[in-house]
């Protein structure tokens, strides 16, 4: 069965680094998502992303977010400048185009110190 | 303001008997409703949905939910819970036409032998 891939796993960065999460959808889908948690908590929404474009964000997401969809496969988060409040899970999801129904990664681990 | 309230943290039920986690949500719009599960260190794991139609959707592994939508709710049921059933339990809303999804906070369901 298809999966979403993410990579790396676990991530350890200095705040103000900048860090960039790896996510390969399946390759079908065409609506991409990044989620995060904490601490195994409340799954939060980042952005959505749709026929190479950004299709809705959330507070969160603010300029120190971006995303890209730099080939077929890749579907990135970078962080510019990391703060210890970024540590948590990070999500990537993806689903076909009317189904709604997301496959979600096994996700990263960023941890800033 | 949207929002997906799981008013329980954690749900404790013996092995064979129904066990109910509850949901409820306020949106303003036509709500997609979903059930996701996560176990440990795995990314979420889409259970069940409801879109439109018959109030009572199944889903995988023998749950079931029900659109109520005088009360806003959308409960997880399972007619004889089994131990395997133990897991995080994340309900989420999509408004229609916005490509966003809110997660609850999660409930933890521990199923004892």
């Known amino acids: 069965e298809p999966e979403v891939t993410q990579t790396p796993s676990h991530q350890v960065t200095q705040m103000g680094q900048e860090v960039i999460l790896r996510c390969v959808p399946i390759s079908n889908h065409l609506y991409f998502y990044w989620y995060r948690q904490i601490l195994g908590q409340k799954v939060e929404f980042l952005v959505s992303f749709y026929n190479n474009e950004i299709s809705e964000k959330s507070e969160i997401f603010d300029d120190q977010f971006s995303v890209e969809r730099p080939d077929g496969s890749n579907f990135t988060l970078k962080i510019r400048s990391t703060k210890l409040e970024d540590s948590a899970m990070y999500f990537c999801?993806?689903?076909?185009?009317?189904?709604?129904?997301?496959?979600f990664g096994p996700g990263t681990r960023l941890t800033v110190t | 303001a949207q929002s997906v309230a799981q008013p329980e943290d954690q749900v404790n039920v013996a092995e064979g008997n129904p066990l109910t986690v509850k949901c409820t949500y306020s949106?303003?719009?036509?709500?997609?409703l979903f059930w996701y599960v996560q176990y440990p260190n795995r990314g979420l794991q889409f259970l069940l949905k409801?879109?439109?139609?018959?109030?009572l959707v199944k889903g995988s592994y023998g749950f079931e939910a029900e659109f109520n939508k005088s009360q806003t709710s959308f409960h997880l049921k399972k007619p004889s819970a089994l131990v395997s059933d133990s897991a995080l339990y994340f309900c989420a809303v999509r408004v229609y036409n916005f490509n966003k999804f809110y997660f609850g906070s999660g409930t933890k369901l521990n199923v004892k032998p």
């Open positions: 409801y879109i439109t139609g018959d109030n």
């Open positions: 949106v303003s719009g036509n709500p997609y």
């Open positions: 999801a993806s689903c076909l185009r009317g189904s709604y129904e997301q496959y």
